[in-house]
């Protein structure tokens, strides 16, 4: 059976936005990260303290960060690759980090010009002085069922990256699908492998939709008994270092499926499509989501 209640992770304000040309008003990100607090979300991801020359949609980080209204029960929380990036997430004062790596050494490289192992001593120094500072970590793991320049990304190299980020201590660990090439049965072995590995209630899915699979990928992964997943308003986003990689699952489907099928999100499906739908209107083209579709046209 599935589990009774699931929690979406919002990363929109930050997977999605770092890949939208159309240039967004500070003032409109600070509105509709308002909106999305309205929603019923305990889990919004605001911005990412990369390099502004990398992602320069998300310059305004700190001042996007430090200006929306925080609301209790509602965890804000901001990527950051490095110390510069947890300094400027500490001066904003988030609630939580999620640093980030690649399983692939390809797209690890291309995404922040290391290598994996040079990787390591970087993370492993922001956990420690992120936990210092009394802040919680989230870890992502990118390219866990496909690299866009290495491909099939080996299984064992995967479960690697993922234990040397829980023994630096992260709380919990988000699987991403970053080019959103996973199938259903793909996923459902790998969550059979590191079943017995880590804990269910730390281990997150972050899908892609780029393929149209991840839906049926949510539904693989809630029959395993996985309940945390990241989704997108609209399915906005991408990764903008993953050549052809569009937005994460959206949110609003994911809700809706859920809704549909019984199971509890504590999110109003109707207040998340309003904010979508005014992102929407600032990106100035239509959203993939096809709850955003019905919304609008009705
Ligand atoms: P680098 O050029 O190797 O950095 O970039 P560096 O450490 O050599 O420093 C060079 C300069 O950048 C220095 O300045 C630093 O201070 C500055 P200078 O001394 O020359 O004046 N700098 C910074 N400035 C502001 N904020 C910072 C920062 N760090 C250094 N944080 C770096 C390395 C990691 C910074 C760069 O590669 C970068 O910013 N990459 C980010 C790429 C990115 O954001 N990708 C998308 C997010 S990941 C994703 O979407 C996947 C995910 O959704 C999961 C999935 O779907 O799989 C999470
Ligand atoms: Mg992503």
Redesign the pocket.
Known sequence: SLPKQVIIKE?GP??GL??EKEEIKTEDKIEWINQLSETGLSYIELT????????PQ?KDAVEVARSVERKDGITYAA????????E?ALEADVDEV?I?M?ASESHNKK????SINETYPILKKVVEEAKEAGKSVRG?????FGCPYDGRVDEQQVIDVCQNLFDMGIDEL?L???IGVANPIQVGQFLDLIEDKFSKDQIAL?F?DTRGMALANTLVSLEKGYYIF?GSVGGLG?????KG?SG?VSTDDLVHMLHEMGVQTGIDLNQILKAGSFIQDKIDKPLPSKQMNIYRKS
């Open positions: 990363v930050r997977d770092q890949n990412s303290f990369v390099h502004p020359k990398w992602i998300l990527l950051v690759p490095n110390m510069k990036g947890l400027r999620s980030f690649s995404n922040i010009n290391k992502y793991v990118s390219t866990v988000s991403g699908d970053t972050h892609h990241d991408g990764c903008p270092y993953a990689a994460n």
